[in-house]
Structure formats: structure tokens, C-alpha cells
């Protein structure tokens, strides 16, 4: 089976680094979805407007092919980025397929001129052009397990970083960019085995490139170009 992307995802981080390891861990993230033009038209969305979140079935474009259909073992975030699990059993990027599944909140459903549809969401864990191969609705009562077993993810809390911007470097930023921004730092983008305060880390965020460190769980903004 040959499969095309149905639409493209645009959203304000352009790169890997700093994106959320899950959608939803940053929902202020707002993207917006661009069809195809086989599938730009009103007619493609007709109802969606009714639901409130969207299943995203994506692409890790920017992963090395070669590697992701060669390791059968990975090493999650959540577990320091030292201890192997099977990839079946994780949420890695580095899949056989490079298929990714999110869930995302439906902001709105906007119809251009000529009945082009754009769908924007909130929360997404993708990249700036990353191509979609499908979208469906998410529905609660068969999506929804409340009381799910989650493996080494349920024994392994994940610590959020307290979020420092600067008023001088605040001001480079809307309100709505800063809530993202600190959302997005918030989860320690930093790779797990690294614990250097004085390192400093650069992410593209909303066209700006974005300096930050880690010190004693802060992650502190130190410049913006």
C-alpha cells in the first residue's frame, strides 16, 4: 500500500528539538492544519465542526529512515534515555513506519474563499510541515479508557520545569507565544542524560531562536535572536 498525505501541519517549532514528547502536554501549542487540493474542500470536513478532538495519523519526517526500520529496542525520555524497552512497547519517534498518532483539540474549522478548509488545534506534538496521511474524529466512549494500565510510564512521574522569561526578552514575545513557549519549555525539551546548568540550548520557536538553561529545575530564557 502506497499512502499520500491528505494535509500538512504548520505550527510555531520548526525543528525536532522542543517539541512535546505527547500531544497534549502543551495545549496552548496552536497550529493549523493545510489540505491537499484533493481533499481542500468543504465538503471534506462537513461535520467536524460537531467534535472536539481530532486523531492525527503523521509522519516523523525528519527521522533517519535507515534507523528507524532497524532498531528493534529504544530508550524512552521517561525512563533517562538509559534504559531499553521494545519499540512495540513505547511511543518512540524511531519506528518501522515513522507513523506517529496524536490527539489534538479542534480550536475551530475556518472555510477560505472557494470553500478551502484550514482546521486549527491546539496541543499538537508536530513539526512545522509535517505531512499527514489521515485525520479522524476522536470519539469518548470507545477512545476514552480511564483506568488503563500505562507500563513504565505510570511508575516514572515526569517533572515539569518552572518557566523564567525575562521581561526584557518577555516583550520579543505576543501573550499567547509566551504561554506557549513556557509550556514548551516547561517539559524539558533537553535530552534526559544531560544535567549541565551552564549548557545553553537554543529551540526555533514562532520564527525566533530561542535560548535557554536548566538550573535546579528552572528553565531560565537568556536570549532571543
Known amino acids: ?30 497550529g ?24 492525527l495519523i503523521w509522519e516523523f519526517s525528519a527521522n533517519n529512515e535507515v534507523a528507524s526500520k532497524t532498531s528493534l529496542t529504544v530508550r524512552p525520555p521517561r525512563l533517562g534515555g538509559n534504559e531499553r524497552v ?20 479542534i480550536n475551530k474549522v475556518v472555510i477560505l474563499e472557494g470553500g478551502v478548509p484550514v482546521v486549527f488545534v491546539e496541543g499538537a506534538d508536530l513539526m512545522d510541515g509535517t505531512p499527514i496521511y489521515d485525520i479522524k474524529p476522536y ?18 512521574e515526569w517533572r515539569m520545569l518552572k518557566v523564567v522569561i525575562p521581561i526584557d526578552l518577555a516583550t520579543m514575545f505576543t501573550d499567547e507565544e509566551q504561554r506557549q ?12 542524560y544531560h544535567d549541565d546548568p551552564q549548557r545553553i540550548y537554543g529551540m526555533a520557536f514562532a520564527g525566533r531562536d530561542v535560548r535557554f538553561r536548566v538550573c535546579n529545575g528552572e528553565a531560565i530564557v537568556v536570549a532571543v535572536n
Not at 37 to 54: I, N, S, T
Not at 139 to 156: E, P, Q, T
Open 1 to 30: 500500500m502506497n499512502i499520500e498525505p491528505v494535509a500538512y501541519y504548520h505550527g510555531p517549532l520548526t525543528s525536532k528539538f522542543g517539541i512535546p514528547r505527547q500531544s497534549g502536554l502543551a495545549p496552548a501549542l496552536l
Open 32 to 55: 493549523h492544519i493545510v489540505f491537499t487540493p484533493q481533499y481542500a474542500h468543504e465538503e471534506a470536513v462537513r461535520g467536524l465542526e460537531r467534535f472536539d478532538f481530532l486523531w
Open 86 to 105: 521494545g519499540v512495540f512497547a513505547s511511543r518512540s519517534p524511531f519506528r518501522p513506519n515513522r507513523l506517529g498518532l496524536s490527539c489534538v483539540h
Open 139 to 156: 470519539v469518548a466512549f470507545s477512545d476514552a479508557h480511564a483506568d488503563a494500565r500505562s507500563g513504565f510510564v505510570d511508575d516514572h
Open 181 to 192: 513557549l513556557s509550556e514548551v519549555l516547561a517539559q524539558d525539551p533537553r535530552p534526559q
